[in-house]
């Protein structure tokens, strides 16, 4: 059974950084996954905010995050990251990690219906 847990959530002064990590475990071998960022804020839907190949080469970012956010990937340990700066308020929310099992490596899906996998999430509170 594939688990995925994040780290790195807090509590953070708008302009400030957090550096958000989902680590994989339980992955068969030979599996690849498309892996992806999502949050969501309490009274409002899930939303992406984005998603990257197993490779690491193709990223998709929302344009609310696009320019103040980096995601990468470490296949060998299992491990996304998501480098938040500039934060903002509007950035506080529960930010979850999913993957998709995938024969494509160069594919990543913006959807979460794609996603069979789902961290419990790491909160993220930006202060004004």
């Known amino acids: 059974q594939v688990h995925l847990v994040e780290s790195g959530g807090g509590l953070v002064q708008a302009g400030g950084s957090l550096r958000l990590s989902c680590a994989a475990s339980?992955?068969?071998?030979?599996?690849?996954?498309?892996m992806a960022w999502f949050r969501q804020a309490p009274g409002k839907e899930r939303d992406l905010v984005t998603a990257?190949?197993?490779?690491?080469?193709?990223?998709y970012y929302a344009p609310a995050v696009r320019g103040r956010v980096t995601c990468s990937i470490d296949t060998a340990k299992m491990t996304v990251y998501l480098q938040m700066n500039s934060l903002k308020p509007e950035d506080t929310a529960m930010y979850h990690c999913?993957?998709?099992?995938?024969?494509?490596?160069?594919?990543?899906?913006?959807?979460?219906?794609?996603?069979?996998?789902w961290g419990q999430g790491s909160q993220v509170t930006v202060s004004s």
């Open positions: 999913a993957a998709a099992g995938t024969y494509n490596t160069d594919d990543y899906y913006l959807g979460p219906a794609a996603y069979s996998y």
């Open positions: 339980g992955v068969p071998d030979g599996t690849t996954f498309a």
């Open positions: 990257i190949n197993w490779s690491g080469q193709h990223t």
